[in-house]
């Protein structure tokens, strides 16, 4: 469909060429919603720091606006298909939400942890060769960023197996080993087994759903387990992060402003890959036809270029060079190349390699 887009031209060349400009202030507006500098601002600084600064510079921010401009396009026509309501989409949304929020309570468990004291002493008196001449007070430091990781691992881990004890969630291993890995499918006695179970409704999961899970993994190319082995540790790990998505649900992590801005951003991108994916990749024509047809409109992208070797005689003066040219001239008619390499060896300024430079393109520069 067609949207009234309207770009304020003349105050985006003001804006973003001026010293200082308000950060209310309007560069962009899409019916009701209005692009401000400062939102320009903060999505610059979101780019990775070895490519924010292609984005900093006027030229650059122009040309970011264009990419939002058109971004914002895709987001407001996906709104009037809907998808943002589609089933698929939600559940997707919903997936990436727990992996998001589930690091992030991961995180939290371990934010405050610090060592014991009596733990890095102990460390301190059994690798005392590790701190040569210095006290514990002097060590202390050391020994800390030296067991620091480790320690907070095992904190964290322990915690996890406490909640584990504590909601009763275990996995059924049977369901794990049973499943063909190729066709996804599970044996008629474990079609209506529990993968996890749980005194809570919410941590358990069928071995269905399951299943179903795993399907839309190998959708998305995400389900690479080669071995049934290897699945149960991946089964493992999904079992750890649907504790601690609850855990997160749980704490209210997920209404703090900052993370909620997070789980908004991560519910569009999804929205985006859609209806980009459905209105431009799906809609491209990868026939055999077509792929002859771009092959043949395109065949120098396809096509190795002409090479040739040079032998090049090079002489510290013209006389030199212009005698030894006309041997070569003769030699050459004669096929003798045993002569010709003996003169560029014995003679030239640069007889490395026989004089020989290798993939010489056409029209090319000689070096």
Avoid at 74 to 102: G, P
Avoid at 145 to 173: M, V
Avoid at 340 to 357: A, R
């Amino acid at each position: 469909s067609t949207r009234l887009l309207t770009i304020l031209f003349l105050s985006v060349a003001i804006c973003l060429t001026a010293a200082s400009v308000p950060e209310d202030t309007v560069i962009a507006k899409f019916g009701g919603q209005q692009l401000t500098v400062e939102k320009l601002n903060n999505r610059i600084n979101k780019i990775p720091a070895m490519y924010r600064q292609k984005y900093s510079t006027p030229e650059g921010k122009i040309k970011l606006l264009d990419l939002l401009v058109t971004e914002e396009l895709f987001y407001l026509e996906a709104l009037e298909l809907n998808i943002d309501q589609d089933a698929e989409m939600l559940k997707r949304v919903e997936n990436q939400k727990s992996n998001y929020l589930s690091q992030e309570y991961r995180k939290r468990i371990g934010k405050d942890f610090k060592v014991d004291e009596d733990v890095l002493r102990e460390y301190y008196n059994n690798n005392q060769s590790k701190f040569p001449g210095l006290t514990f007070e002097e060590a202390k430091s050391r020994v800390n960023a030296k067991i620091f990781s480790e320690k907070q691992k095992e904190y964290i881990d322990s915690f996890i197996e406490n909640k584990k004890a504590e909601y009763e969630l275990k996995i059924n291993f049977a369901v794990v080993d049973s499943l063909d890995l190729e066709t996804l499918e599970l044996p008629k006695e474990f079609a209506e087994a529990d993968l996890f179970t749980s005194n809570n409704d919410k941590l358990k999961m069928t071995a269905k759903e399951f299943v179903e899970f795993l399907k839309n993994l190998k959708e998305e190319n995400r389900f690479r387990s080669r071995d049934n082995k290897e699945l149960a540790n991946f089964v493992e790990k999904l079992s750890e992060n649907k504790l601690l998505y609850h855990l997160a649900l749980e704490s209210g992590l997920d209404k703090e402003e900052a993370i909620a801005k997070e789980i908004a951003q991560i519910k569009r991108n999804l929205i985006l890959r859609t209806i980009y994916n459905r209105e431009i990749v799906e809609k491209i024509d990868l026939s055999d036809e077509a792929a002859k047809k771009y092959y043949d409109e395109h065949i120098d992208q396809f096509s190795n270029k002409a090479t040739r070797k040079i032998q090049q005689f090079v002489y510290s003066d013209e006389k030199k060079a212009k005698e030894y040219y006309k041997k070569v001239k003769k030699l050459m008619k004669k096929g003798n190349d045993e002569d010709i390499d003996k003169i560029v060896e014995e003679t030239t300024i640069k007889p490395g390699k026989k004089g020989v430079l290798s993939y010489i393109y056409k029209n090319g520069i000689i070096p």
